[in-house]
């Protein structure tokens, strides 16, 4: 191709391609005519761009030039359609809209109380060492009961103080494992569970906390739900005292709920610690229990594969919803599983 012919089919490029984005009456028709003179695979412009190939070496530059100003011609003029389909033009600008009326403001979700609160005792006992460690809500008995020490005629292993959950069937329809069984599942009853677990898989020392769903069968009141949370704290290593433990429990409720809170330790029994202690701090003047705790049983370090001569440790299970209740006032914690905006609009 002659120099004179590239140069004319680059002239009749640059008027039709200014012409399509001038009349281009939408977004839509301006889209296509972009398409077909700037496009980067089929465009007019890139058909002609290979055409630079069969031009005479000493004309090169001079068509390259007019190439390069042929393109920027025809950018500028794709610019200044969509300028003025977007209303950058005062012929654009929608008459009857006024910048000084307020603006609606779109509402803005924000993150649960109880989701909150859990994030908050993450912050603090990290600041202590803790490291959050997680588990399964889908449980077995083997890490729900027989690795923390509760035995098989335990009350708390009864079925109707636990989510068995259904088995499978034999052909005459009866369930291939009755509830409690070692083969059966249940729903999770405490997060003591995820402690076993990181327990099997990791030596001494540890210093964890689980954070995450329980389920009993409760009936709904202002203080009890089916489902709730809690926080497992564990800390294992060579030397530890009923001393720490009540140091990192009064470290931890002075953060979270002030330095003038008043708990106390009363002596309880969990099978899976001894010694055991209930902790409860005093609200409106009443002493609201808001979890248990005590020294980790030889016997549950013996489950797990520890010896229980070379190590201690100390375990402790906290309510997260009596915490965020205690933090917040509130009464009742059916409202925090209510759905009701109005409630939770105000954390």
């Known amino acids: 191709m002659s120099l004179d012919q590239f140069l004319s089919r680059l002239d009749q490029l640059q008027s039709d391609a200014e012409s399509a984005f001038t ?11 972009r398409v077909t003179f700037l496009g980067a695979k089929k465009g007019q412009l890139k058909d002609i761009q290979k055409m630079l190939g069969g031009i005479d070496k000493a004309d090169k530059p001079t068509a390259g030039q007019k190439l390069n100003a042929v393109k920027n011609s025809i950018n500028a003029a794709f610019e200044a359609a969509q300028e003025k389909l977007s209303g950058g033009d005062e012929a654009g600008v929608d008459p009857t809209f006024d910048p000084t009326l307020p603006g609606n403001r779109p509402a803005i979700g924000h993150i649960h109380p109880i989701t909150q609160t859990i994030s908050h005792l993450t912050e603090i006992m990290g600041r202590m060492g803790f490291e959050v460690a997680e588990g399964p809500e889908v449980e077995d008995p083997w890490h729900n009961f027989v690795a923390l020490n509760i035995p098989e005629d335990h009350p708390a292993r009864d079925p109707l103080d636990n989510f068995y959950l259904a088995t499978a069937k034999d052909p005459s329809g009866k369930a291939s494992a009755d509830a409690g069984d070692e083969g059966s599942q249940l729903l999770r009853s405490q997060t003591s569970t995820v402690q076993i677990r990181v ?20 009936a709904p009141d202002a203080t009890h739900f089916p489902m709730f949370h809690q926080m497992e704290g564990l800390l294992v290593d060579k030397n530890v005292t009923m001393a720490n433990l009540k140091t990192v429990l009064r470290v931890f409720a002075n953060n979270y709920l002030g330095e003038d809170v008043e708990i106390r330790f009363r002596p309880s029994f969990f099978p899976f610690t001894e010694p055991s202690v209930e902790v409860d701090f005093l609200w409106n003047g009443t002493w609201i229990e808001f979890g248990g705790a005590g020294m980790v049983d030889p016997n549950v370090f013996a489950a797990v594969g520890y010896d229980p001569e ?3 440790g100390f375990a402790f299970g906290l309510g997260v919803e009596r915490l965020c209740m205690r933090r917040h006032g509130i009464t009742d914690i059916r409202d925090l599983y209510s759905g009701d905006l109005r409630f939770l609009q105000q954390f």
């Open 23 to 33: 009349s281009a009456s939408d977004a839509g028709t301006l889209e296509d005519a």
């Open 310 to 312: 070379e190590v201690s």
């Open 199 to 218: 327990m099997k898989r990791t030596a001494p020392p540890i210093r964890i906390i689980s954070l995450g769903r329980v389920y009993r069968p409760d």
